[in-house]
Each structure stands twice: as structure tokens, then as C-alpha cells.
């Protein structure tokens, strides 16, 4: 593993690389850092070339002021330009994000559609907010600026998860809520109003040519399982997964599922 940065806007942009060959990057989501992948990159990385960044505000990267979903998705090209396209050529590459990981996905697929091969969203959709969805987001800002981001952290997180995997283990949720520690609240804060001010981004389901992948999970309170599968039918090449055991986290959830799934569709 190799652990490398970019400079962008004055801020550090920390980014692992992993494994050889075909490249793909995974994008991680809200309250969460790269770690969050662990359980993939040690499966996929003797097949592939993982770049796993941190979000600005996540993990090793420090926050960026007044950064959206756009910002997010430049950053993603900033670390491909250094990373793959440096010698002049542009090496096409498969990118998975998970939830707002996915709506970053989105936006560079909107914008550099050339640098993509395909892409995947894991428990995320291309359809913005609606109003319950903006009210729920808005009501966890005003926790947050009252609380502080752990204890919003420590409150939500388990609600990512199956009763039954939250019951089996414990321990792993104590672990996401701990990393969770390292967060401020003006970078969760930030998260959501990105959120919130993201567009409807279902006409790139529509015009991108190359496959799209979709993992659902089947009790996911945050992407519900039916408002996914009304997104799935919209792209010409979509490769669509329920994992059944799985709210918001199948990667963890059901991690040998999803690594089977993955790899099937990377190849």
C-alpha cells in the first residue's frame, strides 16, 4: 500500500493506491473514511489497481471551506490527472462510491464521462432530495450544531445497519462510530448541504453508455430498497444486486456478497 497526496486549493488530499492493474477507485461516504473499504481491498487488490481517497474533511484530508458535490468530483480528477493521465495519455478507470460517495460518482460522470469505463453505486441514487429527505437532512444539521459531530455520529450510525449485524457485532459498529471521532462538525455540516443542493442527476443513468452497476440493500432506510430499484431500469447497461441481509452498509454487511459482486462486474 502506498499512501500518496495531492495539493488542492491549499488543502492536502490524502489518497491510497493499492494492488496492480485495471484501475478503479472506491469513494466512500458520509461519516466514514476510506478504511470503510478494508474489507474490499483485500479481496479485489491482487485483481486491480485500487485508488481509495479521502473525502475533504474525511480521514487524512483536510477540509476544503465552501466545497460541494462538484468540488468533490473535481478533487476525484485532480487525483486521476496526477495518478494515471500525467504522461498525456487518459487511462479510463471503474468508479464505485457508496451513498454520497455515489452522488460524487455521479458528477464526475456527468462531466468527465471520457474518464470512465463504468461506474457503480453502492446503497446511493441519482435522484435529488426530496423534501422529507431535505427536512430529515436539516433536522441533522441542528443536532449537529448542538451536539457536535461524535455525538451525531455515535447516535446515527447504528441505524446504517441490519438489528441482526448490530446484534452479531457489536464491535464493528463501536469501531465506525470510533474512527467517527476525527470528524468536525463543519465537515458534516458541509456533507449535508451538499447533499441537499445536489441536482437530479438521472438523465446520466440515461446517456451513459457503458455498464452501471447497482448494489441495493434490501432493509436500507436511507436509499430505500424501491426508490433504487425505480433508478435501475433507466440505463442501457445495468447490472442490478439486492443484498437481502443488508441495510446501508453491504460492504460490511454482507462483505463476501458484495466482493463476489463487485469482482464480476469490475472483469
Known sequence: MEEKSILYQQSKIFYRLIGKGKPVMLLHGFGED???????????????????????????????????????????????????????????ISLIGHSMGGYITLAFAEKYPAYLNSFGLFHSS?????????????????????????AFLKTSTPALFTKEFTSAQP????????????????????????MIDRPDRTNILRTFNKPIL???????????LQASLQQCHIPSRSHVHILKH????????????ANEIMLEFLR
Open 34 to 92: 476510506g478504511d470503510v473499504w478494508n474489507g474490499q481491498v483485500s479481496f479485489l487488490k491482487d485483481h486491480f489497481q485500487l485508488i481509495i481517497p479521502d473525502i475533504p474533511g474525511s480521514g487524512m484530508s483536510e477540509f476544503i471551506q465552501d466545497a460541494n458535490i462538484e468540488t468533490y468530483a473535481e478533487i476525484i480528477k485532480a487525483i486521476l490527472d496526477a495518478e494515471l493521465n500525467s504522461n498525456g495519455t487518459q487511462e479510463s
Open 126 to 150: 441519482a435522484f435529488a432530495d426530496n423534501d422529507e429527505k431535505k427536512q430529515t437532512r436539516l433536522k441533522a444539521i441542528d443536532f449537529i450544531k448542538t451536539n457536535g459531530a461524535h
Open 171 to 194: 464491535s464493528r459498529i463501536d469501531e465506525l462510530i470510533e474512527a467517527g471521532k476525527i470528524f468536525t462538525s463543519e465537515a458534516l455540516i458541509q456533507y449535508y448541504n451538499a
Open 214 to 224: 447497482f448494489i441495493i440493500g434490501e432493509h436500507d432506510t436511507a436509499i430505500p
Open 246 to 257: 443488508s441495510a446501508h452498509m453491504g460492504m460490511w454487511e454482507e462483505a463476501d456478497k
